[in-house]
């Protein structure tokens, strides 16, 4: 068995990350709603079947779903980066006003303000935060069983938002403002089968996505305070996900894959009118940007990406066994690049354990390019807390640019 | 359980490896090294990017993108930027409000000139000022190596290539240079040449606002410090400069090369304020053809009638 997991584990680290799709926030990401359960246990959760990650993950876990249904009624998570607070502090106090005033008028009436205006853009900023919010609509999944063939079927309504915001130096100490956000209304449906007579479980998930997405990528000293907008574009596509877990491979051991985008997944981004007045001014849309702005979303395509896992559940002594319910061990291999650049081996390695207190408590950590993490999940009857606090990278090694976020989620349902 | 330990471990310890053997492979590659350099920028370990990017440029000394990122870091590691060009421009044209009527003064600034006997010495309207009484001029005094430094990333030219910044910025005659408060150079040759070199729009951008306040800090320094005869400078009553020097044809030689650079590095800033689509950095830009004029009646080549 170590022989085995040794080798599942070497042929996941060898594998190539050439051609790497991007994973980060962008125009092209793969619609999905980021699962409390992957960011608390290091986003290792391919061969860990859990029907949280049946939409999103692997539509494989859906044949696993150990009671007749379940189903969300409603539900709200946030996401928040750590440096998100001083961002929003920054915007709000110092450069909004500022460019409501006109940066040109405080130029000449108050250069110093000016000059802590670019530095604290520059100090506060450089390095990207994101804010992510996610609202949970009617969701179910319900086991079905036909003509020997036993498997689950589910589908969800969930609506994402997300931002980034970061200023970087264009030169001479000039702070350039890089701001993206993007709006997701996700309808998946899945299915998933186990094949008999065989440890596998195969499942398919189709998603409905209408996107929305903005930005502004500019220098600070150009914004204008007499017409300054964010424009709104949007687009729609459908996409195919497949997956496939085994379970019980090798006493204790399940395996786990998915393909995302195996069909569809393509943006066709257009500007339909929708504005933001960032000054409350008005003013006419400045069609030079709505036109670099339909160039730079549909420059970039969407590409497959896919994923590998293993999971060992750790047998425990007696004299455990009554306090926990189960100690499961995951690794996975992530082809996605989590930022705008190709990764080494390293930065594409998930890590996780998750450990079953008991039915109303567990608990996560993992290790995910390097970052660390954790997070506990309380059911209680028609109700469920989540907590997580996760890293993720954002340049092209592991430890060259993380970010810490926390994750908080609330829903109601049967779970 | 000894064996599931084993197993945990294990998994553990190969993938801190693989994290540890991502975080020490910078990459050898001149373009990946530029991106780790940019990357350092952004998590603020400018001390970090400036070694990346001198380890890619002794790589790889023709690639354009990286002596463009290395002067702009360069600068950026010392606290010099646009603003210090914006405050000392301000400085030499003595206003904070308004620079026009400078430079529509500048022949009367010309003809206020004084030979061996200052003409200002005895006005009481005029306001001696020396250039260097402005404030953070020491700080940037003392960075001047960083200056040279960052402008020979933009101007020399390895072997068998040609230098970032085009000969197409620089003033055919320095007579004649501004018309209508306007700079007379080749905008569209400048903008082809940075482009040839595969530079993109805003590293364009950034190597321009380097080349501009990396020039006019130059030339600042000089006019300053080295020049090789004693000058004085006055604030006169009508807004115009008044500047007395012991040998004033010889000073005219002497500031040339000065005044060149000035002017390319105003063609500079004016060139990305056009790129960018003006606001600020083009009031900058009107600010420093103001505080040119106002020199060029005093430095530079004699222009005719």
């Keep these: 068995m170590r022989s085995l997991a040794l080798a599942a584990l070497t042929l996941l680290a060898?594998?190539?990350?050439?051609?790497?799709?991007?994973?980060?926030?962008?125009?092209?990401?793969?619609?999905?709603?980021?699962?409390?359960?992957?960011?608390?246990?290091?986003?290792?959760?391919?061969?860990?079947?859990?029907?949280?990650?049946?939409?999103?993950?692997?539509?494989?876990?859906?044949?696993?779903?150990?009671?007749?249904?379940?189903f969300t009624v409603a539900g709200a998570a946030a996401s928040l980066s750590t440096g998100i607070t001083a961002k929003y502090a920054f915007w709000r106090d110092e450069l909004e006003p500022a460019v409501e005033e006109g940066l040109d008028v405080i130029r000449e009436t108050d250069h110093p303000r000016l000059e802590a205006l670019y530095h604290d853009a520059l100090d506060v900023g450089r390095r990207q935060d994101v804010g992510r919010v996610t609202a949970y609509g009617p969701a179910f999944q319900a086991r079905?069983?036909?003509?020997?063939?036993?498997?689950?079927?589910?589908?969800?309504?969930?609506?994402?938002?997300?931002?980034?915001?970061?200023?970087?130096?264009?030169?001479?100490?000039?702070?350039?403002?890089?701001?993206?956000?993007?709006?997701?209304?996700?309808?998946?449906?899945?299915?998933?089968?186990?094949?008999?007579?065989?440890?596998?479980?195969?499942?398919?998930?189709?998603?409905?996505?209408?996107?929305?997405?903005?930005?502004k990528d500019a220098l600070v000293e150009t914004l204008d305070p007499a017409r300054e907008h964010l424009y709104v574009l949007s687009a729609s596509a459908v996409t195919v996900d497949a997956g496939v877990h085994a379970a019980g491979v090798l006493p204790g051991l399940d395996l786990g894959g998915a393909v995302y985008g195996l069909l569809g997944g393509g943006f066709t981004y257009r500007y339909d009118g929708d504005l933001i007045d960032l000054t409350g001014r008005g003013g006419d849309a400045d069609l030079a940007e709505v036109a670099d702005l339909e160039a730079r979303f549909n420059r970039r395509a969407a590409r497959p990406a896919w994923r590998l896992g293993a999971a060992y559940h750790v047998p425990l002594p007696a004299e455990v066994a009554p306090v926990l319910d189960g100690v499961t061990v995951a690794a996975d291999y992530v082809s996605a690049s989590t930022s705008e650049f190709e990764q080494p081996v390293g930065a594409h390695l998930r890590m996780g354990v998750r450990v079953a207190v008991n039915p109303a408590l567990s608990v996560r950590t993992g290790l995910r390019q390097g970052y660390p993490s954790f997070g506990t999940t309380?059911?209680?009857?028609?109700?469920?807390?989540?907590?997580?606090?996760f890293g993720i990278e954002d340049g092209r090694t592991a430890g060259q640019l993380g970010r810490y976020n926390h994750h908080l989620r609330l829903r109601f349902g049967l779970f | 359980m000894i064996r599931s330990f084993s197993i945990l471990a294990l998994a553990v310890g190969l993938g801190a490896l693989l994290a540890a053997c991502d975080a020490a492979s910078t990459g050898t590659d001149a373009d990946v090294l530029l991106t780790d350099a940019r990357l350092a920028r952004q998590a603020?370990?400018?001390?970090?990017?400036?070694?990346?990017?001198e380890e890619a440029y002794a790589l790889d000394p023709a690639l354009t993108?990286?002596?463009?990122?290395?002067?702009?870091?360069?600068?950026?590691?010392?606290?010099?930027?646009?603003?210090?060009?914006?405050?000392?421009?301000?400085?030499?044209?003595?206003?904070?409000?308004?620079?026009?009527?400078l430079a529509n003064a500048a022949g009367s600034a010309a003809e206020g000139r004084a030979g061996?006997?200052?003409?200002?010495?005895?006005?009481?309207?005029?306001?001696?000022?020396?250039?260097?009484?402005?404030?953070?001029?020491?700080?940037?005094?003392?960075?001047?190596?960083?200056?040279?430094?960052?402008?020979?990333?933009?101007?020399?030219?390895?072997?068998?290539?040609?230098?970032?910044?085009?000969?197409?910025?620089?003033?055919?005659?320095?007579?004649?240079?501004?018309?209508?408060?306007?700079?007379?150079?080749?905008?569209?040759?400048?903008?082809?040449?940075?482009?040839?070199?595969?530079?993109?729009?805003?590293?364009?951008?950034?190597?321009?606002?380097?080349?501009?306040?990396?020039?006019?800090?130059d030339s600042y320094f000089f006019l300053a410090e080295d020049l090789p005869q004693q000058t004085a400078w006055y604030r006169l009553a009508d807004g115009t400069i008044g500047v007395c020097a012991e040998d004033p044809d010889a000073l005219r030689t002497q500031t040339e090369a000065a005044l060149a650079d000035f002017f390319e590095a105003l063609a500079s800033l004016d060139l990305r304020a056009?790129?960018?689509?003006?606001?600020?950095?083009?009031?900058?830009?009107?600010h420093g053809v103001a505080a040119y004029e106002a020199l060029r009646g005093h430095f530079g080549p004699v222009c005719g009638a």
């Design chain 1, 14 to 70: 060898v594998a190539a990350p050439h051609a790497q799709p991007f994973g980060a926030l962008q125009q092209e990401a793969r619609p999905t709603v980021r699962a409390f359960e992957a960011r608390a246990m290091g986003d290792a959760v391919a061969a860990v079947a859990d029907p949280e990650t049946a939409f999103f993950y692997n539509p494989a876990h859906l044949a696993r779903l150990a009671r007749p249904y379940r």
């Design chain 1, 144 to 215: 079905v069983s036909a003509a020997g063939w036993e498997g689950a079927v589910g589908g969800g309504l969930f609506g994402t938002g997300a931002a980034r915001l970061r200023f970087t130096d264009a030169g001479a100490g000039v702070p350039h403002l890089d701001f993206y956000g993007q709006a997701d209304v996700i309808v998946p449906v899945a299915a998933a089968v186990r094949v008999p007579r065989t440890p596998l479980a195969v499942g398919l998930a189709a998603s409905y996505t209408r996107r929305r997405v903005t930005a």
């Design chain 1, 378 to 389: 309380l059911t209680l009857p028609g109700v469920q807390f989540d907590y997580a606090f």
């Design chain 2, 44 to 53: 603020g370990d400018l001390d970090e990017a400036v070694a990346l990017l």
């Design chain 2, 65 to 101: 993108a990286v002596r463009v990122e290395l002067s702009a870091t360069y600068l950026q590691r010392e606290g010099i930027d646009l603003l210090d060009v914006d405050r000392l421009m301000r400085h030499v044209t003595g206003s904070s409000v308004a620079p026009h009527p």
């Design chain 2, 116 to 217: 061996a006997t200052c003409v200002y010495e005895d006005d009481p309207t005029a306001t001696p000022f020396a250039l260097s009484d402005v404030e953070g001029y020491a700080d940037l005094f003392g960075n001047q190596d960083v200056v040279d430094d960052a402008l020979a990333l933009l101007h020399d030219a390895p072997d068998g290539d040609l230098p970032v910044m085009p000969e197409a910025l620089r003033a055919v005659a320095l007579c004649g240079a501004v018309v209508d408060g306007r700079l007379v150079y080749d905008r569209e040759a400048a903008l082809a040449a940075l482009r040839a070199d595969g530079l993109t729009d805003d590293e364009i951008a950034a190597a321009l606002a380097v080349n501009g306040a990396t020039l006019f800090l």
């Design chain 2, 274 to 286: 056009e790129l960018i689509g003006g606001g600020p950095a083009r009031e900058i830009v009107d």
